[in-house]
């Protein structure tokens, strides 16, 4: 008969399993104090026995509700990981120097909306949006001087772009290769999530099978050739942003987590050997408690569908390892100073809930990209996080609390439920055909668009108060100064483009997509051709016209 798990002789089982690990993985070479001297433990539970405790657990333990790591932030602390990107390459390669001179921990590029929809800086459909939203990337040239004096070695690189992300990382690779840097030592995290493309933020290129295709290749290549790096970010920030609910954006973001997990299967992928490289990006909103639940059940329902589901036998394919960026879509225009408020909060609740690493919005991002003071005030947030409030010294300080208990359950069951519907839409029982019937039918667009009404119709009513703007109105604020891209960027990235062109070696260019285009027909790996056509600097543009060409492009169907 196997023992209670929630009983006192279970539980301080456990707590000195913790404490092993604890000790091995920690030199205690410091007293952890509160501010007024009152010495605290690394991590709490129950001191006798507690009927909640199973799916509770400690901290670097099944099922990680507390965390990936016995000894949580003392051990290391989250990664102040800042997205920054505008204009070109040059610009936004100061403003990384700036950000990592300041004490940011890793970078995380912002790319402008050519880029993410494979288009280069001198098709005409990029006419006015060169460098706006993000930095203009054409060519491998604009990665070397993105990375200029930055070793890639060195730093951890997360690149937020899905529709032509394979591409994007063969440049990252290229620049890294130019460095001189091994490139199986790199180490970064590629998002790649086609699903929440389809889901919610709408930046495709293919329809899904061919982008799973290359998606598959990507995670072929990454297992065998540079295993630290992380092939894929699950995005559930984009569906949250788009309306979705905290409980829609845990269960999409989840399902479409498992939908890889059955590709990589499908490709005879060792699952214990590819999960680790499966990460998530979450958005941190202002419902404090609701959200550090969210975290904590994301990590539970990852590790029990891995080990139970599919099969994961080892720790690291049971872990859910997570990025966090405070949620863009509660900053307001009106009294954007109040926004860092906003952003501290919900830097707090990711932090409480185990994020390993963070984002924190800027207070002028509502109106522009940030400007340098702007993006400072969002760094030094989490820099007094992490340094003055002592968050830092014990492990899911809020494990235990009935209501973040109850919250956290109460997510978990709602996300199943949504699990089960899902894969009831596909016929077969895969998580992976259920996503496509519910892409083609507009099924979860119509789910976030319900739940964005609901929102928008309770703050029009009166029933959701946002300070500035439906109450507290009165202000003394004055405009901000906001960054501005000048058309300039346009015209330069255009005639740098144009000179690499011709100085290239145009032979070789044409060699090398013929024969990506043939790889593209058949099974072969994708990666390898498509980095000798990056090698040749061949354009972001021209790599995926051709395979625009051979797979053609996408709409997304009518619903009503």
């Excluded at 880029?115 to 990337?137: K, N, Q, W, Y």
């Excluded at 285009?517 to 990056?534: C, F, T, Y």
């Amino acid at each position: 008969m196997e023992p209670d798990a929630t009983s006192a002789e279970a539980i301080e089982a456990g707590r000195a399993r913790w404490q092993a690990r604890y000790d091995a993985a920690f030199k205690r070479d410091r007293e952890f104090r509160t501010l007024s001297g009152l010495e605290v433990d690394p991590v709490y539970g129950p001191p006798g026995d507690d009927p909640r405790f199973e799916r509770i657990g400690w901290p670097g333990e099944f099922p990680f509700t507390r965390g990936l790591y016995a000894t949580g932030y003392r051990g290391r602390p989250w990664t102040i990981r800042q997205f920054a990107g505008f204009g070109n390459a040059r610009q936004t390669n100061e403003r990384y120097k700036m950000i990592l001179g300041a004490g940011g921990g890793g970078l995380s590029v912002a790319f402008d909306m050519p880029t993410l929809m494979g288009r280069d800086s001198d098709d005409p459909r990029s006419l006015g949006e060169v460098g706006h939203c993000g930095v203009a990337i054409d060519s491998a040239l604009d990665m070397d001087l993105l990375f200029d004096g930055i070793p890639l070695g060195d730093v951890t690189t997360s690149m937020t772009i899905s529709g032509p992300a394979v591409p994007i990382f063969c440049m990252y690779v290229v620049a890294a290769e130019r460095q001189g840097v091994p490139v199986g030592k790199l180490n970064g995290t590629l998002q790649t999530d086609i699903f929440k493309e389809y889901i919610a933020q709408k930046e495709w290129l293919f329809a899904p099978e061919p982008h799973l295709r290359l998606i598959g290749d990507l995670m072929e290549f990454c297992a065998a050739e540079i295993p630290a790096y992380k092939p894929l970010s699950v995005s559930g920030y984009h569906i949250r942003e788009a309306g979705a609910t905290a409980a829609q954006e845990l269960a999409f973001t989840l399902a479409d987590g498992f939908g890889y997990v059955e590709l990589g299967l499908s490709r005879g992928l060792d699952v214990d050997v590819f999960a680790p490289g499966l990460s998530f990006f979450f958005d941190a909103h202002i419902d404090f408690f609701e959200e550090i639940a969210k975290f904590r059940a994301a990590r539970r329902i990852w590790a029990r569908w891995m080990r139970d589901v599919y099969g994961a036998r080892t720790e690291k394919a049971q872990w859910l390892r997570f990025h966090t960026q405070t949620a863009g879509v509660s900053l307001t225009a009106q009294q954007p100073d109040n926004n860092i408020v906003r952003t501290a909060i919900e830097a707090l609740a990711a932090v409480l809930g185990g994020t390993n690493s963070l984002h924190t919005n800027a207070l002028d991002e509502v109106l522009a990209l940030p400007s340098e003071k702007a993006a400072e005030i969002a760094l030094r947030t989490q820099q007094v996080i992490m340094e003055e409030t002592e968050v830092v010294n014990v492990v899911d300080p809020l494990g235990g609390s009935w209501y973040v208990e109850a919250l956290t359950d109460r997510l978990e069951a709602e996300a199943e439920k949504i699990f089960t519907k899902i894969r009831e839409m596909g016929g077969d029982g895969t998580m992976t055909s259920g996503i496509l019937r519910g892409i083609e039918d507009g099924w979860f667009m119509s789910e976030i668009a319900e739940s964005a009404f609901d929102y928008q119709r309770k703050l029009e009513k009166g029933d959701k108060r946002i300070v500035g703007v439906n109450c507290h109105t009165a202000s003394v604020e004055e405009p901000l100064e906001i960054l501005r891209i000048s058309h300039e960027v346009e015209v330069e990235q255009r005639r740098v483009l144009a000179e690499r062109r011709a100085a290239r070696d145009q032979e070789a260019v044409e060699a090398a997509l013929a024969a990506l285009r043939a790889a593209s027909k058949g099974d072969d790996n994708m990666i390898p051709p498509m980095l000798e056509a990056v090698r040749a600097e061949a354009t972001l543009g021209e790599i995926c016209d051709v395979l625009r060409e051979e797979w053609g492009t996408y709409s997304e169907p009518a619903a009503f």
